[in-house]
């Protein structure tokens, strides 16, 4: 056996392998060092995605030729100072980029410092690096890497069409944008400008809207809430979108640390705690957070790609960012997310509908009232007039003289018809709100619950003549098993001979209540809940089930006050612009949207 020192190209090479995977990583690494150089704004040109030809261009520090010539030397760095790994305030540090991307391409650098009258040139192909030459460029940087992974073939042959090489390299280059507003990108490949982003003006916490509204979209910047929080020195900010703004799977849930884009399963851990209550499982809020903290208590140096970080002291920063996480989403209160509205106004925007008497293109009506609209407040009494025919149910709530409540003083409005036994369509001082009673009082079933139970218990209501409720034998042992349990959550049943329960009270919280199919639901549920969970943790279920047995269940008609008392209470509960699965419990589409419906605006 022969032990012998590798190469410096070899050795190159191999690090390239953990450095520089694809495209993207070095797009990322180019990227990043133009960052560290203080670059006010990177261009980003790529070809064939990223595989002929990655240039990136910057107008920061710049190198001399002496540095140039360091920079491609493998572990050599400017950025760290004091031999501290444990004091990281760079993107960079491991002086290993530039000497692994001039292992596995032809690499050349034209960089010109402040106040030099001239740039220089240098070129690293296959491991063998030219002399620096006089070239012209202005201040900052370019590093061209080409046919990247020519010296390695098997990499090369691991790498996926340009198509998604190029995605790859959008998703790197957006996440790095999101942390610095302070800097404009812009990518660019064979045929146009496929991303930019230019510098926003105004307070930091505006500027990094603008540029999240840039990367994630307008949707998410209209309907994100603001989080800033701070726990034992480190702080948390960025935005978190509403629950009704959610997707189906976690990508658009971006986490940073110190600015620097990190994947990190304690943020999406965090972000699930967070929003369990709103959301079903299924669904995935968007996020933006980033994480200050002192550079000593994070440890970047975990992986070549510096994707992840360890955190000194990982349970603070989860309990930071679940707290604020739900605080944020408390203040929101009612508030349901913009799309909501878009949505529906999409459904019904003429000629986009199925209506019996044909499609009607927009501006094909030929109708335009000659004078301004007034505004449809005036004519909202009429509206029930036209129908109250055997499509609708009859209106039960006269448009009665309560105009206070129709002033605007209720940001729900004035109940004024319900529709389909379902709906419940309020008037408000701007437009018109639609309620979806069972969502909502599910949701308000479920809030009023978690409150009870951590303040005076549930209050529960005694039934006249106790329901027999009869059974298979496995669901009255079950029920009975969990008697206690239930009888916390107010409902209060007892074994009754062989096949049957005896339930003697039910929660109070639940209006008239068919018993008889409340339990035999329950049982059903127990079942297949199994024994592991407690009925507190499978509180939204168990809540679910019993709103649907409630008085306020679809289906059954309400009158004008309890439309108005489900409105009240919507707008003092916390979260109940949202089913306990993220749906929406109700659509506000003010007059401005509906005037534009029929072309009066
Ligand atoms: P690291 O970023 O870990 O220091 P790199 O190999 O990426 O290692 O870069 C080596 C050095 O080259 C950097 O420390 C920096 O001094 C210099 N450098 C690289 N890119 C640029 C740039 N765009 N502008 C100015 N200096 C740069
Ligand atoms: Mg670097």
């Not at 360890?310 to 604020?324: K, P, Q």
Request: with cysteine; proline share 5%; charged share 25%.
């Amino acid at each position: 056996m022969t032990i012998r020192r590798l190469p410096e190209s070899l050795i190159n090479r191999i690090a390239a392998g953990e450095v520089v995977e694809r495209p993207a990583s070095a797009v990322k690494e180019l990227v990043e060092n133009s960052i560290d150089a203080g670059a006010r704004r990177i261009d980003i040109a790529i070809r064939d995605g990223g595989k002929s030809l990655i240039s990136v261009s910057d107008d920061g520090s710049g190198m001399t030729p002496d540095e140039l010539q360091l920079a491609i030397e493998r572990h050599a760095t400017s950025k760290l100072a004091d031999d501290d790994l444990f004091d990281i305030q760079t993107m960079g540090f491991r002086g290993e980029a530039l000497p692994s991307l001039g292992a596995v391409s032809r690499l050349s650098i034209v960089s010109r410092p402040e106040g030099a009258d001239s740039a220089w040139s240098i070129t690293v192909e296959g491991g063998a690096v030219s002399a620096p030459q006089p070239a012209a460029h202005p201040r900052g940087t370019r590093i061209d890497v080409r046919d990247l992974f020519y010296a390695t073939p098997a990499r090369l042959k691991f790498l996926k069409g340009d198509r998604a090489e190029t995605a790859q390299i959008l998703d790197t280059v957006k996440r790095l944008a999101m942390a610095r507003p302070d800097i404009a990108f812009t990518v660019r490949d064979d045929t146009r400008e496929r991303f930019r982003c230019d510098i926003a003006n105004g307070d930091l916490l505006d500027t990094r809207l603008a540029r999240l509204g840039a990367v994630m979209g307008r949707e998410f910047a209209d309907n994100a809430l603001r989080i800033d929080a701070e726990r034992e020195g480190i702080r948390l900010t960025g935005y978190a979108g509403l629950p009704t703004l959610n997707r189906s799977n976690a990508m658009q849930q971006f986490l940073f640390v110190n600015g620097r884009p990190v994947r990190d399963k304690l943020l999406h851990g965090a972000v699930r705690g967070a929003y369990m209550d709103f959301l079903a499982n299924n669904r995935h809020p968007m996020v933006a957070l980033f994480v200050a903290i002192e550079p000593r208590s994070v440890d970047v140096n975990v992986h070549p790609a510096k994707a992840e970080v360890r955190f000194r002291d990982a349970g603070l920063v989860r309990g930071l960012i679940v707290g604020a996480l739900k605080h944020a989403l408390a203040e929101a209160g009612h508030r349901a997310s913009t799309t909501v509205a878009d949505a529906a106004l999409g459904a019904v925007r003429p000629g986009m509908g199925s209506l019996p008497y044909g499609r009607s293109g927009g501006g094909s009506y030929g109708y335009r009232p000659s004078t301004p609209s007034p505004g449809l407040a005036a004519s909202a009494a009429a509206f029930q007039s036209p129908f109250g025919g055997s499509a609708l149910a009859q209106p039960s709530v006269a448009p009665s003289a309560d105009d206070t409540l129709s002033q605007g003083s209720y940001p729900l409005g004035a109940a004024r018809a319900q529709l389909h036994e379902t709906y419940v369509v309020a008037q408000t001082a701007d437009g018109i709100v639609i309620v979806d009673q069972h969502a909502a009082h599910e949701r308000l079933v479920y809030e009023r619950m978690k409150k009870a139970l951590g303040e005076t218990g549930v209050a529960r209501q005694a039934l006249l003549i106790p329901e027999v409720v009869e059974l298979d034998e496995s669901a009255v042992a079950r029920l009975v098993q969990r008697a206690g349990e239930l009888q916390e959550l107010g409902l209060v049943v007892e074994a009754f001979g062989d096949g049957a329960v005896l339930v003697r009270e039910v929660p109070a919280m639940l209006g008239q209540v068919d018993s008889q199919a409340l339990v035999r639901d329950l049982a059903d549920e127990l079942s297949e809940f199994g024994d592991a969970f407690s009925l507190k943790e499978r509180l939204e279920d168990v809540c679910g089930t019993m709103a649907c047995h409630g008085s306020v269940r679809a289906g059954r008609r309400l009158n004008g006050d309890e439309m108005n008392a489900l409105l009240r209470e919507m707008e003092v509960t916390p979260h109940s612009g949202q089913c306990n699965h993220g749906r929406p419990t109700f659509v506000e589409l003010k007059l401005a949207d509906i005037e534009r419906l029929f072309g009066r605006r």
